[in-house]
Every structure is written in C-alpha cells, then in structure tokens.
C-alpha cells in the first residue's frame, strides 16, 4: 500500500488525486477569468476559497429547488426587487444550501445591496460580488466551464503520467526503498510503503 502524507495527484489505487482539495476551482479562480476580472467582491472576502462546482442563473425566489452545493449564482435580483425583506434573508438561505456565492448584476431591478445582507455574508463567509455593468452571463458561464474543462483534461494527462510512471517502477522490479524514493520524486509529496499488515516497508522525506 502506498501512503502520501499530504494530499497528491496520481493515478493508482491508494494514492489520493492531486488538488482533491487544493487544485479544486475557487471563488478567486473564478474572478480572474475573463468576464470577471472587473467584478468586485463587496462581502464575504473570507469564503474565496470556497470551491465553485457550477455556475447558475438565479431568476427565481425559491432558488433553493434549483440549485445543488457548490453552485455560484448569477442574478440580477429580479425576484426580489419589491422584497426587500426577503432580499436580506437570502445570504442565510444561499449558505444553508451550500453555495459558493453569488455575482449580482445592479441597477437593473436592484441598485443597492441591504446592509444586513453585507453583514450576514462577512459572517459566513459567504463571497457577495458585485458583477460589471456589462456583464453577460451566457458569456461568463462558458468562460468558467472553458476553463473548468481546461482543468479536468490537465489532471487527466498528470494522472496518465503518474499511472505510466508507476508501471514502469513495477515493472523493473524496484525494491521498496527505490520505489518510495521514486514515487516521492514524481509526487513531491513524503511517500510511506506499508505491506498488507500496514507494517512499515520503506519511508521517503520530500524531495528538497
């Protein structure tokens, strides 16, 4: 069994995916793709690292059906423009769902976001981002699932690479101090080789 003390990308069994956490599509990756780059996050600065899943279009109040975790909104706010009350639960109702966040396009039904509303999201970290005047939404949809696609076909290729790699190892027959050194080069992670016992075989530090 091979064990990798932190989080790695790799294509074996027992071997956990590089970026399963840290390599995942964020609120800040998100803002620096074209279409976003001139939007302003006005609340819940500390929810950047949130992971982005999908993007959707909110045009409805019971958003909530419509919606799964990890979805960042698009809205005008259409639905709440003549309720304002609800309008400053929302945050509270978008974090229970387990979104990302949300981008708001103002001025077109809505011109100002409630105070309360800024509140709750610097308390949940829940990221607000005010959109540019001239957003399109269709635009910035398939500017995060060009780059989302772009993404998943770099781990595949990491992945195919790692695979081969460790076929390769197997197939000289390296003993398990030259394969826990190898692997640990290829992932730049500390390796541990246990045998079926979990009984330390070999141990490997990061390469420097």
């Known amino acids: 069994m091979v064990y990798c003390t932190q989080p790695v990308f790799a294509g074996c069994a027992g071997i956990p995916a590089k970026g399963e956490d840290n390599k995942m599509f964020r609120v800040r990756d998100l803002l620096r793709l074209p279409y976003f780059s001139d939007a302003a996050v006005v609340a819940g600065q500390a929810g950047l690292d949130r992971v982005v899943e999908d993007l959707s279009v909110m045009e409805v109040p019971d958003i909530e059906d419509y919606v799964r975790p990890g979805d960042f909104l698009l809205s005008t706010l259409y639905p709440f423009s003549d309720r304002t009350e609800e309008l400053k639960r929302l945050i509270g ?22 105070q309360e509303l800024l509140q ?5 970290g829940f990221p607000v981002v005010v959109l540019p005047a001239n957003s399109n939404f269709s635009m910035q949809i398939n500017s995060f699932l060009k780059a989302s696609i772009q993404q998943k076909n770099m781990e595949l290729e990491h992945r195919n690479y790692i695979h081969e790699k460790l076929m390769e190892i197997l197939l000289r027959g390296e003993n398990p101090g030259d394969l826990a050194r190898i692997l640990s080069e290829l992932l730049r992670r500390p390796v541990l080789l246990l045998d079926q016992h979990l009984d330390l075989m070999a141990a490997q530090p990061a390469a420097a």
Do not use: T, V, W
């Open 93 to 114: 109702r978008l974090d229970g769902a387990h979104l990302s966040g949300i981008g708001i396009k103002l001025n077109r039904y809505i011109s100002d976001l409630p």
């Open 120 to 124: 709750q999201a610097d308390a949940a």
